[in-house]
């Protein structure tokens, strides 16, 4: 995504299972590898993981 990735658009890396497809690869933006999950980010389960990554996409984008 050479222009950034919009807030609410999966990236275009992200792959059916969820994965990236560019882990490993020294083309991953910086973000993604300096990017520190923390359990409040996780949450118990997806919903709330996502939950949390449209906030602050909200709040940051």
């Given at each position: 995504?050479p222009h950034g990735?919009?807030?609410?658009?999966p990236c275009v890396?992200?792959?059916?299972?969820?994965?990236?497809?560019?882990?490993?690869?020294?083309?991953?933006?910086?973000?993604?590898?300096?990017?520190?999950?923390?359990?409040?980010?996780?949450?118990?389960?997806?919903?709330?993981?996502?939950?949390?990554?449209?906030?602050?996409?909200?709040?940051?984008?």
């Amino acid at each position: 995504m050479p222009h950034g990735k919009p807030a609410g658009i999966p990236c275009v890396q992200l792959m059916d299972d969820y994965r990236c497809a560019l882990f490993g690869d020294p083309r991953r933006p910086a973000v993604c590898g300096n990017l520190r999950p923390e359990p409040t980010m996780c949450g118990a389960h997806r919903d709330e993981a996502l939950a949390y990554l449209s906030d602050l996409e909200q709040r940051t984008g």
